[in-house]
């Protein structure tokens, strides 16, 4: 020791002698010592004086200011007067002490006695650890006065925190312990608090010092000093002084302070026995100002100090190598200690809390925490601290966390939350304990009291306001296959106690109840807050402000309505250093996982939760579960191993299979057995572990079999031991020790079994030996000791304990219970907290924002159930506010994720507590429900992007919102659209360019107080209650007024599918407002509009799918059956259609087609007069006015033009006439180009005019424009050429045109013909096939004068698709069923056709001539087969026309078909039938069947007819028209003159020049064939009666006999005329067998006739043979005549006509000539 001169010296050394000099008792005899001591050393220091002063008088150096330590002058070494210090400290003089501890904590605190020099009297030790051994002696207990206490702390203090002063180990221990015991021990409360404050500081210093000690070992900077406050040390002493001295004041005064209040408290607490007021939950405990208990009794006192004093619990442990340096040792011994001390037990009942026990406790948890939540980075990581924690702290944490001690109690939880804030990621499991047995089974416990469950909500606060922490508990226990479902665990029961269905302890007051709610509500919003902020990098808001205004702002705040999802000011602490990338790699079972896999492993973790259910429920079932999900093998083994290492399984449905008889389970059994490892383990620890696992089941047989096993699995594992002789014994002793444990410790056996019973009992069970007597002796008194049980596992504890505490009415009994249930709780905790206090499990720091999505999908149903239960049954607006909070973040967090369902399901409970969509009265609407509409409103703003079909159900409720909203502001029903009367007079007014719609209409009367929205065009604001009133009236606030507004102003900000989802929901809201039967609304119609005017400036691409959701609503709305709804329908459609077509439209793009085609629709569906006048005002307003900018648009105007065109209105017809009459006179003449792609529509359109029969003035107008489209392609080609086309639908499905077109792209050289000549031309024929005589008859003219004057420009094949147009004139199945339209059909249009085509091919005929004959002829045999006379005829004679017209051009082929088609025509029209007719094949004589015979003789005339007609035809084209009638007359006047002779004929006039004799004998044999029929008939007498009587032919016999002589006059004049050709030479021999056979065949005939009639028709064919056989050379007259000379002879016996005579005779004349019979005339 080193003293200083001067003034110092006496204040602090002399003075502080001669004070205990001075004390009276000092003079006392047995303190002799100390006087004596004291004596001497003021002697000896006035030595030092005197040379000091000398030393001074010498040098001139000033002593005004006391020396440094290290100055070595004149200094005084006073080591011998530490001395009379000591003395003094233990004597038993407290003022005494007083003195000497003062004097010593000075010296101390101004580093005049630093202790560094070895303790004389014992040299392992240095002077200091002596000096803090006398200090601390000086305490003895209870009975030391206060004074003395006070100065020991200060002075314990001062030598702690000094740094001129350094203490470890055991020293250090020392000084702890006793600031520690004078705590317990003393009675003043200022002792007290400054103990504690003092321990405190203590503890700052002690681990500040070994954090700052490692700093600077890594810092290199050795040299730096630390302090208590971290402040700078100064260069002298005296700052060192003045720190030290303020800390000590500081203490003092704190503690003064802190003991005043505690005495104004003290009665309050003393009545409360130690509980908290009901009505006010505690807090977490502070360390320096909290609650004090009361001082201890003596006894513990001395227990405690007996304890301390021993060392026993403080001494340090053989741990010194573990240290890098002695600060952590000392740092380590006092964590231990204060663990330690933790650990005690509080003696069983309710502990006194004025007990040393209870004063302990609390005093070691509040030190524990100051170290714990001020632990730095080498208390963090040391493993020899990490070891502490788990094995001490966390162990005396489960014991403690479920105290029944409510102080006791809340510290603990302060202590785990500052734990799982600086160590969860090396206290993984532990934390799950403590989460799993003491949290959660409080909080599930109703007999829990309010002050624990409060305990416990307020930690759970703090833990769920940390985003980390939230995250880190789903990803490390939920996602953890071998922990429990912490999170989803924990949410659940935040959500029973947020909605109130926990029970709660019978003294739980209403008050706490509710605050218990919000509290749970509170954790709730928390954890869904971390969740939006842990992936608030996914979100994208599409507002930069989510605010929905300042004044909405404003009002919100008023109503504490927290409108931002994060409105707590820390959000960004919640996530903070959520991402460090120390902590970035994530880890499984040493794995690095990704969001998936911790899913993948989440999903596994639930089938394995499944199966276990499963299987404790039915064994057999949840096995095959889990085999069947491939988690679990189906060998025994594997089910063995299942068994063993799952936890959470029924132990009791674990024995009773294990003990079936079954083969399977005998294996199962066998193996689980197996799988237990009894090496080196006495009998009595073995049967522990064997049963530990399940419960053994109550059958004997199932028993004996698990026993049976498990003596041969003893016996195999302990082989060399040579206690049982074989395995008979163990079996028998496991079953007797069975027998033991439940005798000795069932509560139902009154007599229990003796050791000399046990003993007894087990006599020769060994081989028929004894087991050793000791060895049964001590199973006997462990079994005794400690029962056989069950290992604990979670939540097994408290059995059915909690029921007994919760339903028990008396206040003692259910007290005692649940302290029962707290020390059953604690003891589970703490034995699980022992199991794993040395298991290290990998724990992953959650980095990902996936993980949200999983752990909202595990815990969105808590949520909602809390949520929508605290809106339904509370109206405080505390809970309204924390649920729509939640709400918001759930919707929030489900819309970042995507998960529609939920979404979905949070909206529909916001919009269903809105009470908007809802059956509730309008009464019933309170502040709560006008802030969840607020709340709705925000989701809209902030949420849209992701919304999706939830906007349904927000939209429904601004559309009920706007009710309500009239209903606040008085407005009578103006806003109703209609009424089930329609409208008259000046109730309509309509504004179409404002779309306004004012109507005065009737209101529905209402009776009763239960308004329903649907109710409130009735309702008036004054008659609604106050209340009601004010609820309403905040719905027309400007705020909300703006907020709602802001939602359609702010869909320009959604994106490309949220917007579509958005008016997809608006119109369905339209369509169910316009729906309601006597008042539909307008309002999301309106709305419609205007979204559509604000997002004008989307892209395409997006109001393409915009418009498809749109165009759908206006086609239903503008067909609505409320004229008024669907006018404005188009009105608002018309401006919309008007501002995107003034936007223009590039070449090639249909946007216009897309938005026209609702203008289409509703005229195609709507049949109201006024709307379909309206669609084509607006359309024909848009070609009037827009005419420039229209493109694809026309398809659809032209469209809406042809539904018009069909009206039965005239001023419809007129107008959609009159504008697509300027389309074609006007704009086809300057916009062709633009309007070229619906050139087809167009001249569809006016086909459609053409065929309306009501106005036969525009049919023909319509036509004139078709003809008019016709001159514009002719003059415009290029246009039609240009650009890739497409055919209109019903023309490619036609199938008219090539097979190129089947393609839909048109090749460039056919788009003329595709885009423009076919469309008219095909339009055209389907006038002629629709339209009245007259009009198809002009139409008839133009299409054929059309193909006559542009046909010039067709190609060839574009001509057979004409003619395949042309045909569709033909067509059957087009032709009308009534038979008089039918035959004036085929009379006037097919005729007209047939000559028409005819003018066409000739006037063409070198260019189509080939190409159509075949099809012209087809056609032709279909006309002559028709049942109508004058198309027949005109067909054949069609056919005469063309072959005339065309013969010399014709060639061979040609030739052939025509002559082909003639045979067929005499084929098909040959009337066979009237051969076979009788009456009996006659349908019945009905109306029907009279009418069937009727059309079959009319069928049977038209074939008569076509066959004479044929005749002539065939003679015509042979000879030419008129020659053989010319030829007949010459032939007859010649026969009447002999002298007379025949003018020459000119004969190659018709196309018997151009025919070869093959044609021409191919007609020859035609007209045979018809010649043979006609005679057959007519030789058939009887089959002409019966048709005579039928009716056939009228009242003459029916017979044909025209066609029986032409044909066979015409087949002569084409034989005669082959014969007499020279040309023809070659072919001669043919003829003249024909001619001879055919001369014969009628001259047999003829002279068979029997009437005259039938001879006289006769007469000039046989006039025109024998003048032919006249004409014949005298070499073929005589080559044929013999073959017909017999016959010639005998019509000399008929009376012939004189011309027959004549040529007789003429022929006789030159037989006689031919054969030289007469002389030749000369």
Not at 269 to 290: F, K, L, R, Y
Not at 986 to 1009: C, E, R
Not at 1303 to 1323: A, K, M, N, T
Request: net charge negative.
């Amino acid at each position: 020791m080193r003293i200083l001169s001067g003034d110092l010296s006496k204040m602090f050394i002399v003075k502080g002698l001669e004070k205990i000099l001075a004390d009276k008792e000092v003079k006392r005899s047995h303190l002799a010592q100390l006087r004596k001591a004291c004596e001497t050393a003021l002697e000896d220091i006035q030595e030092e004086l005197k040379h000091e002063e000398n030393e001074k008088s010498s040098n001139s150096t000033s002593a005004a200011l006391p020396l440094p330590r290290n100055y070595s002058a004149n200094v005084i070494n006073a080591e011998k007067h530490y001395l009379p210090f000591e003395l003094a400290c233990q004597c038993s003089v407290p003022r005494v002490v007083v003195i000497a501890l003062d004097c010593l904590q000075k010296l101390i605190a101004y580093g005049h006695l630093s202790g560094t020099s070895l303790d004389p009297h014992n040299p392992q030790r240095r002077l200091i650890d002596r000096v803090v051994a006398t200090i601390c002696a000086c305490f003895t207990g209870t009975p030391t006065e206060e004074s003395v206490q006070l100065q020991i702390i200060k002075a314990l203090l001062t030598v702690v925190t000094s740094q001129h002063v350094e203490i470890h180990e055991g020293t250090l221990l020392l000084a702890v312990r006793t600031c520690y015991n004078i705590y317990l021990a003393s009675k003043n409360l200022i002792n007290q608090t400054t103990a504690k404050a003092t321990l405190t500081q203590m503890l700052n210093v002690i681990f500040m010092r070994m954090e700052n000690q490692a700093i600077e070992e890594e810092a290199a900077f050795p040299n730096q000093e630390n302090n208590l406050e971290q402040a700078e040390v100064g260069e002298t002493k005296l700052e060192a002084i003045e720190i030290v001295s303020s800390i000590v004041d500081d203490i003092v005064a704190t503690a003064v302070n802190d003991a005043s209040a505690e005495k104004e408290v003290e009665g309050d607490t003393q009545s409360e026995g130690g509980q908290s007021n009901g009505g006010a939950p505690p807090s977490i405990i502070s360390v320096c100002s909290s609650s004090l208990p009361r001082v201890p009794s003596q006894d513990s006192v001395d227990t405690i100090g007996g304890t301390s004093s021993s060392g026993g619990d403080l001494e340090p442990i053989g741990t010194s190598n573990s240290f890098s340096h002695v600060l952590q040792k000392d740092a380590y011994l006092v964590f231990r200690s204060l663990c330690r001390l933790a650990m005690k037990p509080l003696p069983d009942g309710i502990p006194d809390p004025k007990s040393h026990e209870l004063r302990s406790k609390l005093l070691s948890l509040q030190l524990l925490l100051s170290v714990v939540q001020n632990a730095g980075p080498v208390f963090r990581e040391h493993p020899v601290f990490l070891s502490v924690v788990r094995q001490c702290l966390c162990v005396a944490l489960s014991r403690d966390g479920a105290s029944s001690v409510t102080e006791v109690a809340e510290l603990s939880l302060a202590l785990f939350l500052a734990l799982l804030n600086n160590f969860k990621a090396q206290l993984k499991k532990q934390i799950e304990v403590f989460f799993r047995e003491i949290f959660l089974n409080i909080l599930e416990n109703p007999g829990s009291t309010f002050d624990h469950h409060w305990l416990v909500m307020q930690a759970l606060t703090r833990i769920c306001a940390d985003a980390q922490s939230v995250v880190d508990l789903y990803v490390n226990y939920d996602c953890d296959l071998s922990a429990a479902n912490i999170f989803e665990r924990l949410v659940n029961v935040l959500s029973k106690i947020a909605q109130g269905r926990h029970v709660v302890d019978l003294r739980t007051t209403p008050i706490q109840e509710k605050a218990l709610r919000i509290k749970g509500l509170e954790c709730l919003v928390t954890i869904l807050k971390c969740m939006v902020e842990w992936s608030r990098e996914l979100y994208v808001n599409p507002n930069a402000q989510s605010n929905i205004g300042s004044s909405f702002t404003t009002s919100i705040s008023k109503n504490h309505y927290r409108y931002n999802v994060l409105s707590y000011t820390d959000a960004e602490k919640i996530k903070e250093n959520h991402t460090d990338e120390n902590e970035s790699q994530n880890y499984v079972n040493g794995t690095m996982t990704t969001p998936k896999q911790f899913e993948a492993i989440k999903q596994q973790k639930e089938i394995w939760e499944q199966g276990i259910v499963l299987f404790n429920r039915k064994s057999r079932r949840g096995l095959q579960y889990l085999q069947s999900q491939k988690l679990l093998g189906e060998e025994a083994v594997d089910v063995a191993r299942f068994l063993v290492t799952e936890e959470r399984l029924d132990k009791t449905v674990v024995g009773d299979f294990l003990g079936e008889p079954d083969k399977f389970n005998k294996e199962v059994m066998y193996a689980y057995v197996d799988l237990l490892d009894f090496n080196e383990k006495d009998f009595v620890s073995a049967l522990r572990h064997f049963l530990e696992g399940f419960r053994l089941p109550g059958e004997a047989q199932k028993i004996d079999r698990l026993m049976e096993k498990f003596a041969a699995r003893y016996c195999e594992c302990n082989s060399s031991l040579r206690l049982f002789a074989s395995a008979d014994a163990p079996y028998v002793l496991a079953y007797s020790i069975i027998m033991l444990t439940t005798d000795l410790h069932s509560p139902q056996v009154k007599n229990k079994m003796t050791k000399e019973q046990f003993i007894k009992n087990n006599r020769g069970i060994n081989d028929s030996k004894d087991l050793p007597e000791e060895y049964l002796s001590q199973i006997y008194d462990e079994i005794a000791g400690n029962e056989i049980k069950m290992k604990a596992h979670a939540s097994n504890a408290l059995g059915n304990k909690v029921s007994k505490s919760a339903g028990t009415a008396n206040e003692k009994k259910r007290r005692l219970l649940w302290n029962m249930e707290m020390e059953a709780l604690s003891s589970t905790a703490r034995q699980l907290m022992e199991s794993v206090s040395h298991v290290h499990s990998p724990f992953t720091s959650a980095t990902h924002s996936e993980h949200v999505r999983p752990m909202f999908k595990v815990a969105w149903t808590p949520f909602l159930a809390s949520f929508s239960v605290g809106l339904q049954d509370c109206d405080d607006l505390e809970v309204s506010t924390l649920c729509l909070d939640g709400i918001r973040c759930a919707i929030r967090i489900a819309c970042i994720f995507h998960m529609a369902l939920e979404r979905d399901a949070f909206i529909q409970a916001l919009a269903r507590f809105t009470l908007l969509t809802a059956n509730s009265p309008i009464t019933e609407i309170k502040t709560k429900n006008i802030d969840t509409i607020k709340t709705l409103i925000t989701v809209a703003h902030t949420d849209g992007n992701y919304l999706g079909h939830s906007w349904l159900d927000i939209l429904k409720c601004i559309s009920q919102l706007e009710l309500a909203q009239l209903i606040g502001t008085g407005v009578r029903p103006q806003f109703i659209t209609g009424t089930p009367t329609t409208p008259t007079g000046n109730n309509l007014n309509l504004n179409l360019g404002a779309m306004n719609l004012n109507l005065n209409l009737p209101g529905i009367s209402s009776s009763g107080n239960n308004l329903h929205l649907s109710d409130l065009p009735s309702v008036s604001i004054n008659s609604l209650e106050p209340s009601v009133k004010e609820s309403i009236g905040e719905t027309i606030s400007q705020s909300v007024v703006v907020a709602v507004d802001r939602i359609f102003t702010g869909s320009t900000r959604l994106d490309g599918n949220a917007i579509v989802d958005f008016v997809r929901a608006l119109c369905q809201i339209s369509l169910e407002e316009l729906a309601h039967s006597t008042q539909p609304r307008m309002f999301s119609l309106q709305k419609i509009v205007e979204i559509s005017y604000y997002n004008m400036g989307r892209i395409r691409l997006q109001w393409s799918r915009i418009w498809e959701v749109l165009g759908d609503h206006f086609n239903k709305v503008g067909t609505s059956s409320n004229e008024n709804i669907a006018f404005f329908a188009v009105d608002s459609l018309r401006q919309l259609a008007m501002k995107f077509i003034e936007k223009g439209e590039l070449a090639n793009f249909r946007f216009q087609k897309d938005f026209l085609r609702p203008f289409e629709h509703i005229m195609k569906r709507n049949r109201s007069p006024t709307i379909r006048d309206m669609v084509v005002r607006c359309v024909t307003q848009m070609v009037h006015s827009q005419s420039d900018n229209i493109k694809s648009g026309w398809k659809n105007i032209f469209c809406v033009f042809l539904l018009a065109a069909s009206d039965n209105d005239e001023a419809i017809v007129e107008l959609a006439f009159q504008t697509i009459n300027k389309i074609v006179t006007e704009l086809y003449v300057t916009n062709m180009a633009a309007m070229i792609d619906s050139f087809q529509d167009c001249v569809k359109c006016l086909s459609e005019f053409a065929c309306n029969p009501l106005f036969p003035d525009t049919n023909m107008e319509a036509i004139r424009l078709i003809r008019l489209c016709g001159r514009h392609v002719a003059d415009q080609p290029a246009l039609f050429r240009d650009g890739g086309a497409q055919l209109a639908d019903d023309m490619v499905n036609s199938q008219l045109t090539s097979a190129v077109t089947n393609l839909g792209l048109i090749p460039e050289e056919e788009r003329l013909w595709v885009r423009g000549w076919f469309p008219i031309l095909f339009e055209l024929s389907c006038i002629i096939g629709r339209c009245k005589l007259d009009v198809r008859t002009r139409a008839l003219t133009v299409l054929f004068e059309m193909a006559k004057q542009y046909g010039s420009t067709f190609r060839s094949h574009w001509w057979k698709d004409l003619f395949k147009v042309i045909f569709r004139i033909f067509n059957q199945s087009k032709l009308p069923d009534q038979l008089s339209e039918k035959s004036d059909w085929l009379t006037t249009t097919c005729n007209h056709a047939l000559y028409a085509m005819v003018d066409v091919i000739t006037q063409y005929f070198d260019l189509i001539g080939s190409l159509l004959i075949d099809d012209f002829i087809a056609q032709l045999l279909w006309c002559v087969t028709q049942e109508n006379e004058q198309l027949a005829r005109s067909g054949v004679n069609c056919l005469e026309n063309l072959v005339i017209s065309n013969g010399p051009k014709l060639g061979d082929a040609s030739w052939l078909r025509i002559c082909g088609c003639v045979d067929d025509i005499f084929h098909l029209t040959l009337p066979d039938a009237l051969l076979t007719w009788s009456p009996h094949s006659a349908p019945a004589e009905t109306d029907s069947g009279v009418k069937d015979t009727q059309r079959l003789f009319n069928g049977l005339l038209v074939q008569c007819q076509v066959q004479l007609e044929l005749i002539h035809t065939i003679d015509n084209i042979v000879f030419f028209p008129s020659t053989t009638r010319k030829e007949d007359a010459d032939l007859l006047a010649s026969a009447k003159s002999i002298s007379a002779s025949q003018r020459d004929l000119d004969l190659d006039q018709g196309m018997f020049q151009f025919m070869s004799t093959e044609h021409l004998l191919l007609m020859v044999d035609c007209l045979a064939k018809s010649h043979n029929f006609a005679r057959q008939f007519n030789t058939n007498s009887t089959q002409r009666n019966v048709l005579w009587k039928a009716g056939f032919r009228g009242p003459v016999r029916p017979n044909l006999l025209k066609q029986e002589t032409q044909s066979l006059a015409c087949a002569m004049r084409i034989l005669f005329r082959l014969y007499h050709d020279e040309g023809r030479q070659n072919e001669w021999g043919k003829v003249a067998d024909k001619l001879t056979h055919l001369g014969k065949d009628a001259l047999e005939y003829y002279v068979t006739l029997e009437t005259e009639s039938h001879r006289d028709a006769w007469s000039p064919l046989m006039l025109l043979f024998l003048w032919k056989i006249n004409q014949l050379t005298d070499e073929k007259f005589k080559t044929h005549v013999s073959w017909w000379h017999q016959l010639l002879c005998e019509l000399v016996s008929f009376e012939l006509k004189p011309e027959l005579r004549s040529l007789l005779r003429k022929i006789f004349l030159k037989v006689g000539q031919v054969f030289r019979v007469i002389a030749a005339a000369p």
